[in-house]
């Protein structure tokens, strides 16, 4: 779709650094980002950022020598400009950035029948009559009603500025609210503000930030009150930290001399770029944005967006269009407008307590970039203007995890997991061109698969595995100890595990190949699956007499806190059985009893048909997550015990595989010349499996209509235990 985009305000150079020129562009890339080509209209195009757009400049002449009402005269002919070089345009749909002078997107509409979007920002005739000298306020009201009259769709970024538009010509119906957003590939919580804070000698101190251009709808003077009431935070983490103000952005000298008046610890940093604002709003323990309390306060703020989304602890002035966006002590803190004692007991309370803090943080920034990305905003718009033409979809954001938080952002938002991967790994890439998450247990771990694609279109698919602690370090370095311990690719008898790459701490992530190859279930039917067992049987034997020292032990003990666990979700789940199930509990905790001293042996603990992978030259042993030192008849019981179910689920009988079993446990002791007590303990690890399948079949739809048959696996095997390995 073609769309023109107007911007008559000759106070927006549109590729400069000012907020609303910011904005502009942001909603002009995520138009763009969504396939369409945007052609923009502005009397000023600034030097700078280059908008997603063909920029054509209709110029103003200067207007420093000019009284206001000719400036206004002249703003006005330059409107008319803009619509007559719009008519000799082709387009689609007309977007225009609600200027005081201009109702050139009003008349294009009508001259082309093309639908006409109004973005409001603030009123700006009552603005000009506040702030400035308004001489042709009558003509400002006729250009207002006119656009707002005329305008298929208005965009407001606030309740007040809705009704405001209502009661000046717009439509209900018409008038929508969409705040303020921010630009998700630069405004994140994986930005992180270490490096700014040692430049800036902030190290060591507590940090309380505002970012932006003071204007009258800011309260600078209750911010600076605050900070001059907060104690230094003590006791708590954060204890022997000095309080100190960053304040960034063109900041008068009147604040100034007001910090220094009250012996703030201060530093002020002049304007800089937006691409260059995440790195200090990440320096800031929290970050505020304050505000007087005006009686028509319509405002959006952005720097509110840009705070929470990265991560930071962010307090705000409690006024109606910032209380309609964010939820007071969930993903922000409010405080009366004004009220800088109030403001200092919120900076105190947060600064006392770190939790508390980065808690805050993450759900700010969970929350902005799950709802108020200008991608979002765009495909909100869209979706408004054409219901029916153009599906409201908005592409997958990354996952926000409560618990793994940072970690788990960055290795889901491909840009930043590809520059990580980039940095740690060994392989050369241009470009991470698929990113899919195959396992996610919130709260817990996430397994992703990665296309690493090189200039020459070559790809290397690889697994990256999130952890909530620092076990993929361990990870990393037990299973590259198997790779060197004759795991590797090239082992003689073609029995590996994947290769481990790397582990990549910002991700908390372990990373490794993504290995080729078939598992037994999809070659259940194929000429070679008794072959294929009986290979199984060799890689668990071998994994078994490894010598790397698994990272922690797994006991009998463990397994009977496993089974306890697992029954009682089977009695909540299934409370009609709850006797039996109570009963077969009982029954293995007494048969464990029973079992012989097992010596125990590096051990896979997950191990069963979907645990390898099998190439012409190449057996891979997959998922070693719960690597430990246990019983070895755990992996074979688990793995014989899976043979069964694998024979259930495909042929409807748990018996269809017994011959390939029988098989797989001969091939094993073949190996391994087992003593007579380990078929013991084999039986009593098979028992215990077919009862965790119960648990297994009842958390995934696809496998439930297995219960009735597994329970009665489960009661033979507990009144005969013999028939399991006669």
């Not at 400002?140 to 538009?165: C, G, H, K, N, T």
């Not at 600078?220 to 100190?244: K, N, W, Y």
């Not at 009977?560 to 905790?589: G, N």
Request: a neutral charge; proline letters at 6%.
């Amino acid at each position: 779709m073609n769309i023109l985009y107007l911007c008559a305000d000759p106070g927006i150079p549109i590729r400069g650094t000012k907020g609303a020129a910011i904005h502009v562009r942001a909603m002009i890339d995520a138009l763009s980002a969504r396939g369409h080509s945007i052609t923009l209209l502005t009397p000023r195009a600034g030097q700078g950022v280059e908008p997603n757009a063909r920029v054509v400049e209709i110029a103003m002449p200067p207007t420093n020598t000019l009284s206001s009402e000719e400036r206004e005269t002249l703003a006005m002919q330059n409107a008319d400009a803009l619509y007559r070089a719009g008519l000799a345009l082709k387009f689609d749909l007309i977007y225009e950035r609600y200027s005081l002078w201009s109702d050139a997107g009003a008349r294009l509409a009508r001259a082309t029948g093309a639908p006409l979007v109004v973005e409001v920002n603030a009123p700006l005739r009552i603005e000009a009559a506040r702030y400035r000298a308004l001489q042709r306020a009558e003509d400002a009201q006729a250009i207002e009603q006119r656009v707002f009259a005329q305008a298929d769709l208005i965009a407001v970024v606030s309740s007040p500025l809705r009704a405001y538009v209502i009661a000046h010509g717009a439509r209900a119906e018409r008038a929508r609210v969409l705040p303020n957003a921010v630009d998700e590939k630069f405004f994140h919580p994986a930005v992180t503000g270490d490096a700014m804070r040692a430049q800036l000698g902030l190290t060591d101190k507590f940090v309380i930030g505002f970012v932006g251009t003071v204007k009258p709808w800011h309260d600078l003077d209750t911010l600076i009150d605050a900070v001059a009431r907060t104690p230094t935070p003590s006791p708590a983490p954060a204890s022997g930290r000095g309080v100190h103000l960053l304040l960034v952005g063109d900041i008068p000298d009147a604040v100034r001399a007001q910090i220094a008046q009250r012996g703030i610890a201060a530093t002020i940093v002049p304007p800089v770029p937006n691409h260059d604002v995440p790195a200090y709003i990440a320096a800031m323990d929290v970050a505020v944005s304050p505000h007087p309390a005006l009686a028509d306060f319509y405002f959006s703020p952005l720097k509110l967006f840009e705070y929470l989304a990265c991560g930071v602890a962010t307090i705000a002035a409690d006024l109606p269009p910032i209380a309609e966006v964010v939820h007071d002590g969930v993903n922000a803190r409010l405080y009366p407008p004004g009220d800088s004692a109030a403001l200092a007991a919120q900076i105190a309370e947060l600064a006392a307590n770190d939790a508390a803090r980065r808690s805050l943080g993450w759900n700010g920034a969970s929350y902005v970039l799950q709802n108020h990305t200008w991608s979002r905003n765009a495909a909100q718009m869209l979706g408004w203007i054409f219901p029916h033409r153009l599906a409201n979809t908005i592409s997958a954001a990354p996952l926000f995890d409560d618990k793994l938080r940072r970690k788990l952002y960055r290795a889901t938002r491909a840009d930043i997991a590809g520059d990580l991967l980039s940095a740690q790994i060994a392989e050369k890439f241009d470009a991470l061109t698929r990113l899919e998450i195959l396992k996610y247990k919130p709260r817990r771990r996430c397994v992703i698969a990665y296309d690493l694609t090189d200039r020459a279109s070559r790809v290397t698919p690889i697994i990256g595995k999130v952890f909530r602690d620092d076990r993929g370090a361990h990870h990393f370095e037990f299973q590259r100890a198997l790779w060197q311990d004759g795991f590797g690719v090239h082992a003689r008898d073609g029995m590996t595990i994947a290769r481990p790459l790397a582990y990549i701490s910002e991700m908390q992530m372990f990373v490794q190949e993504r290995a080729p190859g078939q598992t037994l279930e999809e070659l259940v039917n194929a000429p070679e699956f008794i072959e294929r067992v009986q290979q199984s049987a060799a890689v668990i034997a071998k994994l078994h007499a490894t010598m790397v020292a698994p990272p922690k032990t797994y006991t009998r003990a463990d397994e009977l806190a496993q089974i306890a666990a697992w029954t009682r979700d089977l009695v909540a789940w299934k409370p009609k059985h709850a006797a039996d199930f109570t009963r077969q509990h009982t029954a293995l905790r007494a048969w464990a009893d029973t079992l012989p001293r097992a010596e125990l042996a590096p051990a896979h603990r997950d191990f069963y048909y979907s645990q390898l992978l099998f190439t012409a030259q190449r057996v891979t042993l997959i998922d070693l997550d719960l690597f430990a030192r246990a019983d070895p008849a755990l992996d074979v019981a688990n793995f014989a015990a899976h043979l069964r179910f694998l024979a259930l689920d495909h042929f409807n009988t748990p018996r269809a595989l017994d011959a390939e079993r029988a098989l797989f446990i001969e091939e094993y002791t073949r190996r391994t010349k087992v003593a007579p007590e380990f078929f013991a303990r084999l039986a009593f690890y098979e028992a215990a499996t077919y009862y965790r399948l119960l648990h297994v079949v009842l958390t995934r739809p696809q496998f439930v209509n297995h219960f009735d048959a597994l329970f009665e696996i489960v009661e033979q095997t507990l009144t005969q235990p013999a028939a399991i390995h006669p």
